[in-house]
């Protein structure tokens, strides 16, 4: 096993799925997460279709390792019925998604071929 020391994440991220059912509860999540968090994460696009490895409808927020305790505390106590795919950017993109991530509600299986594209 090769120990890695945390200085090797460059930053996170939160992946929230969401499909038609659930579209209006992740926009207001998405809405809220800005309200609170503001210039702390980047919020990416609202996906309503799977993009890249995920197989949900997702939106991404970025966020440094300084934010990790408060954002991932946050979105534990408050994600509801959305489920939360996190993981870290260390520049090995299939370990990352693979085998150090880790799932605030429901885990999904996800497309890891398309880390290799």
Not at 14 to 38: L, M, N, P
Not at 81 to 108: E, K, Q
């Amino acid at each position: 096993m090769t120990i890695l020391d945390t200085n090797h994440i460059d930053n996170w991220h939160a992946h929230v799925y969401f499909d038609a059912a659930s579209r209006d509860a992740a926009w207001a999540f998405r809405q809220e997460i800005d309200r609170r968090f503001g210039a702390s994460v980047q919020l990416g696009r609202f996906h309503e279709r799977p993009v890249g490895p995920h197989p949900q409808w997702s939106f991404q927020i970025a966020f440094t390792v300084g934010c990790f305790t408060e954002l991932i505390s946050w979105l534990t106590l408050n994600h509801g019925a959305l489920d939360i795919f996190v993981h870290p950017n260390t520049g090995d993109a299939v370990r990352d998604h693979r085998d150090s991530a880790a799932w605030i509600g429901r885990s999904y299986d996800l497309v890891l071929s398309a880390l290799s594209q």
